[in-house]
């Protein structure tokens, strides 16, 4: 075995939950306890939260009970589009779901550090997450340059929609990941991936995957999740969630 193959092996982090897509019973879903909670701030999906307008009725946390991390979705959006969303709503970490470029990223992060440096009782790091979609072959030399900038990488598949097409893609391209970023697994993902899902997490493929994305495949009308999926998939991922040793 090469060294290469031993290291990518080893993975040390049982995988999170990130439910996407939160409109009509973000609650009940948060109440299942996923570590994350995504909100789309795109006009185009069928799961957008609201017009900013809408918003500002409602200033804080979509989610009473905040336990989940939230995730504000974006497509290509205007920086300040973005940093009045973080803060109506406390996001913990900005996805970026469009052909946001590594330059972007970095204004971003920039303006997210000086926020954060100046205001005195912050220590809250918003983290951005970039998302790519994968079609039948995926060059991750590209992506080099947003390792600076992003915390971490989600892939997708490629589809008519920038995301929440519900298919998925060749997650053993996968094992060909090169890099120690992060990354979450997405797209399509259902309740009939559960053996599939179970082989990936246990395949060298998965060495850096820190969490599984789902949102259409629960969904009982768009932006309605299906609690009672949604309880008994998480139970039996949390149950074969080992690291490898
Ligand atoms: O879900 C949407 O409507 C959406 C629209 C535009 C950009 C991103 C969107 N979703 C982002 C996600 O993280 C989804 O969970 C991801 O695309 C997977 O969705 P699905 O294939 O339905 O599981």
């Not at 598949?157 to 060749?170: A, I, Q, Y």
Request: glycine residues 8%; proline residues 7%.
């Amino acid at each position: 075995m090469n060294s290469e193959k031993t290291h990518k092996t080893t993975r040390t982090e049982t995988l999170k939950i990130k439910v996407c897509g939160m409109k009509h019973n973000p609650d009940a879903v948060a109440a299942l306890h996923p570590e994350y909670l995504g909100f789309i701030f795109w006009d185009g999906s069928s799961r957008f939260v609201g017009s900013p307008e809408n918003l500002l009725e409602h200033p804080g946390s979509p989610v009473a009970d905040q336990v989940p991390e939230l995730v504000g979705v974006f497509v290509d959006a205007a920086p300040d589009y973005i940093l009045r969303i973080v803060d109506l709503y406390a996001l913990d970490m900005i996805q970026l779901h469009g052909d946001e470029s590594p330059e972007y990223c970095q204004r971003l992060k920039d303006e997210l550090e000086q926020r954060q440096a100046s205001n005195p009782s912050g220590n809250h790091k918003v983290k951005i997450i970039k998302a790519f979609a994968v079609g039948n072959a995926f060059d991750f030399d590209s992506l080099t340059p947003f390792l600076g900038p992003c915390d971490f990488f989600l892939f997708d598949s490629r589809g008519p929609l920038p995301g929440g097409n519900g298919t998925r893609f060749k997650w053993e391209l996968l094992k060909d990941y090169p890099f120690e970023k992060p990354f979450l697994l997405s797209g399509g993902i259902s309740p009939d991936s559960l053996t599939d899902l179970k082989g990936f997490m246990n395949s060298e493929a998965a060495a850096f995957c820190m969490a599984i994305d789902v949102n259409s495949g629960f969904e009982l009308r768009p932006g309605e999740k299906n609690t009672g999926a949604l309880r008994a998939f998480m139970h039996e991922i949390r149950k074969s969630n080992k690291p490898l040793a």
